[in-house]
């Protein structure tokens, strides 16, 4: 079993940035054997991926909605994986979550087929 705690979100102007951090832990569980996945959902509208880092390489993924502006990074030693979020609009509010797959995804690793899932950290952007 493993869990995922996000924190870093809240209110932010447009324009404005915010750094998202989610903690895995587990019994055995090895952070570095999992890939890692952003998502986001808004009142109304279907769960969509944002960004995704893997397990093996650390090849990153970016949702075209955030791309050029929205940065995922994972620290191994910490158990963390961040998603740094720039130029902000309001249209990325959303209630945002970590997710976890032990090694590759179904699907790839922008897909929502992760068995682990947090319970979300809330980013308003206001304009």
């Known amino acids: 079993q493993v869990q995922l705690v996000e924190s870093g979100g809240g209110l932010v102007q447009a324009g404005g940035s915010l750094r998202l951090s989610c903690a895995a832990s587990g019994r055995t569980f090895t952070f570095s054997d999992y890939t890692m996945g952003w998502f ?6 279907e769960r969509e991926s944002v960004a995704a880092v893997t397990w093996s ?31 902000l609009k309001p ?9 976890a797959e032990k090694w590759q995804v179904p699907g790839g690793p922008l897909s929502d087929k992760y068995d682990y899932w947090g319970q979300g950290t809330q980013v308003t952007v206001s304009s």
């Open 40 to 45: 986001r959902q808004a009142p109304g509208k």
């Open 57 to 87: 390489d650390d090849r990153t993924y970016n949702g075209d909605s955030v791309k050029g502006r929205f940065t995922i990074s994972r620290d191994n030693a910490k158990n963390t994986v961040y998603l740094q979020m720039n130029s």
């Open 91 to 99: 249209e990325d509010t959303a209630v945002y979550y970590c997710a």
